[in-house]
């Protein structure tokens, strides 16, 4: 750990190997030391190189029979196969939901069912199954229906007794109380009863796993001799991007199906992935950064400032006019959506400041477009570092969204919340929840999260910036990329490889559209090297770069291709500095 704080106010902390079994992880696997070095911090042992650098499906296998309730639900689906009944489908409105909806839609496409899809309305509905949609389910005699992505803690809709002869299966991941809804069946890797290993997959890698066993006991019934049987694999890239865009852990069986998952967005298999990334001017091959930051956003923003079921109407298209026209539209909700954030971002701020001794930031506002909450959260974090709560309140009720940082469990702060009567609803997951409160409990709300959060220590609150190794400028060449390549795909649980250069000598510096700087290296060899910094001018660690002749600065950083250039030559993604004595 480095005494002093980074141009960023943030901890550096050097990752520490074991010397040794670098040595015999890259001579019993015939790579680099780097790589080797790289492998040892993600704790891949040498027996499993292989098929961490290799990653294939039919070796990794899951078994969704492990999941409660999956048997039961396989038998009920199977039935309404058989005797052709109509299926209802409630899915979330993020990409998680459409994703999940997608997959399980085409899957159908092979069958006779008539399937009727319905997306909660986000602004006016909000999250789940609600009356509006189980009254049509009832009226048009719909008597088995899927939530995904939702479902789990839908008590109040779910267990009326109107709905008694609806069959509802729920497929969800979030976060379960210790009672469940009064359903059919509950596929959710995490339900309090639940203990197989598939807890960190997304509602979409559920929902996947549930179409293998629904396939599986088909082939056993022989119901493929007269129709065409669903190729699973080819939905790897809708499971892809619902898995990345739901920021899971991008470990184990998420890593995998991301990675297969990508390839297909590469073949451009998918037409409506392929016109987003058309619309979205990428000109490299799509990574799951891509995902998360590119098409995610621009798929999230229908929902967040006009139509909820854009997305899932997108992805599930395959009319090439359709697509087009619903992209266009994206587009358009994405700028919105910007402009919108910007100016509730900029309010937040204002309150923010006044709250510089709390170990969580809790911010409101009357009319706050709903449908930014979450990004406003993040973006908070991503500055100050602290659990954040946003709401926006009408008269006399709050909708919020909370997000969180390492070591605090925010979902399980919520709940507990909402059973001691502090909100009217409320639940998600460890780094990500939802929430409704009444506007005159706010206060009690304030109380109750000071007491939480006065155990923690001050230190979890101090962003540290983990960087792999220390390297210089003349180790970055295309030996280095390929190695970094081998790891990806990149993202929570497999993050992208960061680095510290050291003996820094910058050439020259040059200012690009007023708010980024790029920078110009020459090796001991005389290769050149680029760097850039992204919107840091008017920052501390701009002022310092721009000045470099003044200082002994280290880089903190990740390495990838310049693909903007079309050059592919390695370059530095600047993302701190360290002032050297």
Same mark, same amino acid.
């Given at each position: 750990?480095?005494?002093?704080?980074?141009?960023?106010?943030?901890?550096?902390?050097?990752?520490?190997?074991?010397?040794?079994?670098?040595?015999?992880?890259?001579?019993?696997?015939?790579?680099?030391?780097?790589?080797?070095?790289?492998?040892?911090?993600?704790?891949?042992?040498?027996?499993?190189?292989? /098929?961490?650098?290799?990653?294939?499906?039919?070796?990794?296998? +899951?078994?969704?029979?492990?999941?409660?309730?999956?048997?039961?639900?396989?038998?009920?689906?199977?039935?309404?196969?058989?005797?052709?009944?109509?299926?209802?489908?409630?899915?979330?409105?993020?990409?998680?939901?459409?994703?999940?909806?997608?997959?399980?839609?085409?899957?159908?496409?092979?069958?006779?069912?008539?399937?009727?899809?319905?997306?909660?309305?986000?602004?006016?509905?909000?999250?789940? +199954?609600?009356?509006?949609?189980?009254?049509?389910?009832?009226?048009?005699?719909?008597?088995?229906?899927?939530?995904?992505?939702?479902?789990?803690?839908?008590?109040?809709?779910?267990?009326?007794?109107?709905?008694?002869?609806?069959?509802?299966?729920?497929?969800?991941?979030?976060?379960?109380?210790?009672?469940?809804?009064?359903?059919?069946?509950?596929?959710?890797?995490?339900?309090?009863?639940?203990?197989?290993?598939?807890?960190?997959?997304?509602?979409?890698?559920?929902?996947?796993?549930?179409?293998?066993? *629904?396939?599986?006991?088909?082939?056993?019934?022989?119901?493929?001799?007269?129709?065409?049987?669903?190729?699973?694999?080819?939905?790897?890239?809708?499971?892809?991007?619902?898995?990345?865009?739901?920021?899971?852990?991008?470990?184990?069986?998420?890593?995998?199906?991301?990675?297969?998952?990508?390839?297909?967005?590469?073949?451009?298999?998918?037409?409506?992935?392929?016109?987003?990334?058309? /619309?979205?001017?990428?000109?490299?091959?799509?990574?799951?950064?891509?995902?998360?930051?590119?098409?995610?956003?621009?798929?999230?923003?229908?929902?967040?400032?006009?139509?909820?079921?854009?997305?899932?109407?997108? *992805?599930?298209?395959?009319?090439?006019?359709?697509?087009?026209?619903?992209?266009?539209?994206?587009?358009?909700?994405?700028?919105?959506?910007?402009?919108?954030?910007?100016?509730?971002?900029?309010?937040?701020?204002?309150?923010?400041?006044?709250?510089?001794?709390?170990?969580?930031?809790?911010?409101?506002?009357?009319?706050?477009?709903?449908?930014?909450?979450?990004?406003?959260?993040?973006?908070?974090?991503?500055?100050?570092?602290?659990?954040?709560?946003?709401?926006?309140?009408?008269?006399?009720?709050?909708?919020?969204?909370?997000?969180?940082?390492?070591?605090?469990?925010?979902?399980?702060?919520?709940?507990?919340?909402?059973?001691?009567?502090?909100?009217?609803?409320?639940?998600?997951?460890?780094?990500?929840?939802? *929430?409704?409160?009444?506007?005159?409990?706010?206060?009690?709300?304030?109380?109750?999260?000071?007491?939480?959060?006065?155990?923690?220590?001050?230190?979890?609150?101090?962003?540290?910036?983990?960087?792999?190794?220390?390297?210089?400028?003349?180790?970055?060449?295309?030996?280095?990329?390929?190695?970094?390549?081998?790891?990806?795909?990149?993202?929570?649980?497999?993050?992208?490889?960061?680095?510290?250069?050291?003996?820094?000598?910058?050439?020259?510096?040059?200012?690009?559209?007023?708010?980024?700087?790029?920078?110009?290296?020459?090796?001991?060899?005389?290769?050149?090297?680029?760097?850039?910094?992204?919107?840091?001018?008017?920052?501390?660690?701009?002022?310092?770069?721009?000045?470099?002749?003044?200082?002994?600065?280290?880089?903190?950083?990740?390495?990838?291709?310049?693909?903007?250039?079309?050059?592919?030559?390695?370059?530095?993604?600047?993302?701190?500095?360290?002032?050297?004595?």
């Amino acid at each position: 750990m480095f005494k002093e704080l980074s141009l960023l106010n943030n901890k550096w902390s050097l990752k520490d190997y074991n010397e040794r079994q670098v040595l015999t992880l890259s001579q019993r696997n015939k790579i680099s030391p780097i790589l080797a070095k790289l492998l040892t911090l993600r704790n891949v042992q040498s027996e499993d190189v292989e /098929n961490y650098l290799n990653l294939n499906l039919y070796n990794n296998l +899951p078994n969704p029979f492990l999941l409660k309730d999956m048997k039961i639900t396989i038998d009920r689906v199977i039935q309404a196969i058989e005797r052709n009944q109509n299926i209802g489908i409630i899915a979330d409105y993020d990409v998680d939901g459409s994703t999940s909806a997608a997959i399980l839609i085409k899957f159908f496409e092979f069958f006779p069912n008539k399937l009727h899809l319905k997306i909660p309305d986000r602004l006016n509905e909000g999250y789940g +199954p609600n009356t509006r949609i189980m009254n049509y389910f009832l009226k048009e005699k719909i008597n088995l229906v899927f939530t995904l992505d939702c479902g789990t803690s839908s008590f109040g809709i779910l267990d009326d007794e109107k709905y008694k002869n609806i069959d509802v299966i729920v497929i969800d991941h979030h976060l379960s109380e210790q009672k469940l809804p009064n359903v059919f069946s509950i596929i959710n890797p995490n339900r309090f009863d639940e203990k197989s290993e598939y807890n960190e997959m997304a509602a979409v890698g559920v929902t996947f796993l549930f179409l293998m066993a *629904l396939r599986k006991r088909l082939r056993q019934k022989n119901f493929f001799s007269k129709i065409k049987e669903p190729n699973l694999l080819s939905f790897l890239d809708l499971v892809a991007l619902g898995t990345v865009c739901d920021v899971v852990k991008l470990d184990n069986y998420n890593r995998m199906f991301v990675k297969i998952g990508l390839d297909l967005i590469k073949k451009r298999k998918n037409k409506s992935i392929a016109q987003i990334i058309d /619309n979205s001017n990428l000109y490299h091959t799509p990574t799951a950064s891509d995902l998360g930051f590119v098409i995610g956003p621009q798929l999230n923003a229908a929902s967040r400032v006009d139509d909820s079921s854009l997305p899932s109407k997108l *992805l599930i298209s395959n009319d090439i006019s359709e697509i087009e026209k619903i992209s266009r539209k994206l587009i358009l909700f994405n700028e919105k959506r910007k402009l919108i954030e910007n100016n509730i971002f900029d309010e937040a701020l204002i309150q923010v400041k006044k709250q510089a001794t709390n170990k969580f930031i809790i911010v409101h506002g009357f009319g706050w477009h709903k449908g930014v909450l979450g990004i406003i959260a993040s973006r908070l974090i991503n500055q100050f570092y602290k659990p954040t709560i946003v709401i926006s309140f009408d008269q006399t009720e709050g909708v919020g969204s909370a997000r969180s940082i390492n070591m605090i469990d925010l979902g399980s702060i919520i709940l507990t919340a909402k059973k001691k009567g502090l909100l009217i609803n409320g639940g998600g997951h460890k780094m990500a929840a939802g *929430l409704k409160i009444k506007k005159n409990l706010l206060d009690d709300f304030h109380t109750y999260l000071t007491q939480c959060f006065y155990k923690y220590d001050k230190s979890i609150f101090q962003k540290i910036e983990e960087f792999d190794l220390k390297i210089t400028l003349n180790t970055i060449n295309e030996n280095l990329l390929e190695d970094i390549e081998k790891l990806e795909p990149f993202g929570n649980g497999n993050e992208e490889p960061k680095f510290i250069i050291s003996d820094v000598k910058i050439d020259y510096v040059k200012i690009l559209k007023e708010k980024h700087l790029l920078i110009f290296f020459q090796t001991d060899n005389s290769i050149n090297l680029r760097a850039i910094c992204f919107n840091c001018i008017g920052t501390k660690l701009g002022e310092y770069l721009l000045n470099y002749k003044n200082y002994n600065l280290e880089l903190g950083c990740t390495i990838r291709r310049d693909s903007y250039n079309k050059s592919l030559l390695p370059q530095m993604f600047i993302i701190d500095a360290m002032l050297l004595n």
